[in-house]
């Protein structure tokens, strides 16, 4: 079992930057591939980021390629989303997941945090 928390959820201007960050419970974190989806209003939930269990090898939308970074600390038992160039479209609901294999869809995850709210003003 591993429980997730975010943080770092909030409201920004267009351009701005956000971090969230996703605390793991639990010893066996570092067993764990991480990923990053979102949900807007009335939209499917997507995938926006993943990264392996070493943190060596990481995956991205195409929508957010080359403004987020994804990454993790397994020994503070954290992910994190360093989200730069923020955009009105990128408003959603953002939560972190974890699974034994790379999640890069909603189906996948076995874990799931409760998610925070990222605002972007235009």
């Known amino acids: 079992q591993v429980q997730l928390v975010e943080s770092g959820g909030g409201l920004v201007q267009a351009g701005g930057s956000l971090r969230l960050s996703c605390a793991a419970s639990g010893r066996t974190f570092g067993t764990y591939a991480m990923g990053w989806f979102r949900q807007a209003p009335g939209k499917e939930r997507e995938f926006v980021a993943a990264?392996?269990?070493?943190?060596?090898?990481?995956y991205y939308a195409d929508s957010v390629q080359g403004r987020f970074t994804i990454s993790r600390d397994n020994a503070k038992n954290t992910g994190y989303l360093q989200m730069n160039g923020l955009k009105p479209e990128d408003t959603a609901v953002y939560y972190c997941s974890a699974n034994r294999y790379v999640p890069t869809t909603p189906a996948q995850p076995a874990y799931w945090g409760q998610g925070t709210q990222v605002t972007v003003s235009s």
């Open positions: 990264i392996d269990r070493s943190g060596a090898n990481t």
